[in-house]
């Protein structure tokens, strides 16, 4: 069964600091990843999508690395912002099947 | 651009109470998922559709039931609502599940509090 894990569950930084969240997974054998971002009381907005063929994806500040071999995905975001504050969300789309299996979440505050 | 809509927003039931979670998209997607939230736990798929008149089991899909008439609407049913059944529940729609560039894209919520 494919566990997914984001790990520190909150996490603070003064603002244009770098962002580096962290998510694992259990199973290589993933379709893609994506990136979401929820702000309190919404939905979740996609960010970035990773397919299993690629290593990172980039848009704007925002850069996804994917290490399939290792179970691994990072989200950099380059010189963070309050904007930023909120909850991202990693979630893995597995080979078999159209479930995408999402990580508990780590919620950023960037501090003014 | 309304994308995917819930109603309602918030709803507080008692124990035992039934009711529908409507959630429409007009973006002529196939396929349409109902997950929850809870704290910490991130979201877990509740049914899901592949199209209209199909349904399916998901993770967690006991205690609720479901149904896809149309192609743009998905509801959500609880029979027999219990104080587990507490929690935000969000509905998404995608394309084909099966291509690798699938995005999913998700309602605003709905607030559920079964007293």
């Known amino acids: 069964k494919q566990e997914v894990t984001q790990i520190p569950a909150a996490l603070s930084v003064p603002e244009g600091e770098n962002l580096v969240l962290n998510c694992s997974f259990t199973?290589?054998?993933?379709?893609?990843l994506q990136w979401f971002r929820q702000d309190p009381g919404k939905g979740l907005t996609s960010l970035l999508l990773?397919?299993?063929?690629?290593r990172e994806q980039t848009s704007g500040r925002l850069n996804a690395s994917l290490d399939k071999s290792s179970g691994r995905s990072t989200l950099y975001i380059a010189a963070s912002q309050p904007g930023d504050s909120a909850t991202y969300l990693c979630?893995?789309?597995?080979?078999?099947?159209?479930?995408?299996?999402f990580g508990g979440g780590t919620r950023v505050l960037v501090k003014p | 651009n309304a994308g995917v809509t819930q109603t309602p927003k918030f709803r507080v039931l008692k124990t035992g109470q039934s009711m529908t979670l409507l959630c429409a998209q007009d973006?002529?997607?196939?396929?349409m998922y109902w997950y929850r939230q809870d704290p910490g736990m991130g979201l877990r798929l509740i049914h899901y559709?592949?199209?209209?008149?199909?349904?399916a089991k998901g993770e967690v899909p006991d205690g609720y039931n479901v149904s896809r008439l149309k192609k743009q609407n998905f509801l959500l049913g609880l029979e027999s609502a219990a104080p587990s059944q507490t929690s935000v529940y969000f509905c998404?729609?995608?394309?084909?599940?099966?291509?690798?560039?699938?995005?999913?894209?998700f309602g605003a919520g709905t607030r559920l509090s079964v007293l």
């Open positions: 998404a729609s995608s394309y084909s599940g099966s291509s690798a560039k699938n995005i999913q894209y």
């Open positions: 199973d290589s054998a993933i379709y893609n």
């Open positions: 990773i397919q299993s063929s690629q």
């Open positions: 979630a893995v789309k597995i080979t078999a099947g159209n479930k995408l299996t």
């Open positions: 973006m002529n997607h196939e396929y």
């Open positions: 559709s592949v199209g209209e008149g199909t349904t």
